[in-house]
C-alpha cells in the first residue's frame, strides 16, 4: 500500500491564481481530512468527508473548496490564493473517523504564496 | 477554551540518554489522548492512542502517560538515538455524541526533539 499520497510537495503561486492540492489513499478509508500547519500553531482542520459525496468544514474552511466523488481522493482547491494561505498542508485518512483510529498522514504539500 | 499545551518548546540531548515530554490539555469532553512523531519534511505519524481509562501506554521506546485527573500526559523516550530527532505533536480528541461527525481533533504546538551524537 502507498498509503497516503499527496501532490504536488511544493508549489508556488502569485497572489489571485488558484490551484489543487491532490490526495488520494489506496486503504478504502471512508474519512479523510485536510489541515493546515503554521509556525507556532498546531495542525488546523480546514475540511473533512466522512464518504464519498459527503464534505464539512472544519476550523479554517474560508478561501477552500473540497469534493470527494471516490472513496480515493480528496482535492483541495485554492480558489484565489492569498498569502496568507502560504503554509504546510497536509491530507490524512483513517478508517470511518471512529473514535479510538488512527490517521494516516500525507507527506504534505509545501505552499508560498506571493 | 478546548487547548493543548507542550512543553519544553525544544529540547536538546545527548544520544542514549533518556527526556520526558510534557503535555497539558483542557479539552472537553475528552475522548482520548494520542503522541505523533513528525520527521522533518514529512507528516505525523501516530505513536500512540490512549484513552480515559489507560494510565499507560508503550510503543518500543516510547513510553506515554495519562492522568485523566489532572489532564496531563507525559511522552518518555528511552535509550535515545538519532533518529528520535523530530517534533512530537500531543493531540486531543474531543468526544462528540454520533461519533463519525468529523471528531474533532485539538492539536499542540509539538515539542522539537534534537538528539545530538
Known amino acids: 500500500n502507498a498509503g497516503v499520497t499527496q501532490t504536488p510537495k511544493f508549489q508556488v503561486l502569485k497572489t489571485g491564481q488558484s490551484m489543487t492540492l491532490q490526495c488520494a489513499q489506496d486503504?478504502?478509508?471512508?474519512?479523510m481530512s485536510w489541515y493546515r500547519q503554521d509556525p507556532g500553531m498546531g495542525l488546523r482542520l480546514i475540511h473533512y468527508?466522512?464518504?464519498?459525496?459527503?464534505?464539512d468544514q472544519g476550523e479554517v474552511p474560508n478561501g477552500y473548496n473540497v469534493s470527494r466523488s471516490t472513496t480515493e481522493d480528496f482535492p483541495l482547491r485554492l480558489l484565489s490564493a492569498a498569502p496568507s494561505q502560504t503554509s504546510v498542508y497536509f491530507c490524512?485518512?483513517?478508517?470511518?473517523?471512529?473514535?479510538?483510529?488512527?490517521?494516516?498522514f500525507g507527506p504534505g504539500t509545501r505552499l508560498l504564496v506571493l | 477554551k478546548n487547548q493543548v499545551e507542550q512543553s519544553p518548546q525544544s529540547l536538546i540531548i545527548l544520544e542514549g540518554k533518556n527526556c520526558t515530554l510534557q503535555c497539558n490539555y483542557t479539552v472537553s469532553p475528552f475522548s482520548n489522548l494520542r503522541w505523533y512523531k513528525q520527521d522533518t519534511g514529512r507528516g505525523p505519524v501516530s505513536l500512540t492512542i490512549?484513552?480515559?481509562?489507560?494510565n499507560t501506554k508503550s510503543n518500543g521506546r516510547y513510553t506515554a502517560t495519562l492522568d485523566a485527573d489532572t489532564k496531563q500526559s507525559s511522552l518518555h523516550i528511552t535509550a535515545s538515538q538519532l533518529s528520535d530527532s523530530a517534533s512530537y505533536i500531543c493531540?486531543?480528541?474531543?468526544?462528540?455524541?454520533?461519533?463519525?461527525?468529523?471528531?474533532?481533533?485539538?492539536f499542540g504546538q509539538g515539542t522539537e526533539l534534537s538528539v545530538k551524537p
Open positions: 468527508s466522512v464518504g464519498a459525496g459527503i464534505t
Open positions: 486503504m478504502n478509508h471512508e474519512y
Open positions: 490512549m484513552t480515559f481509562s489507560e
Open positions: 490524512a485518512s483513517s478508517l470511518r473517523g471512529g473514535q479510538g483510529e488512527t490517521q494516516y
Open positions: 493531540v486531543v480528541r474531543k468526544n462528540y455524541h454520533g461519533d463519525n461527525q468529523g471528531g474533532k481533533l485539538i
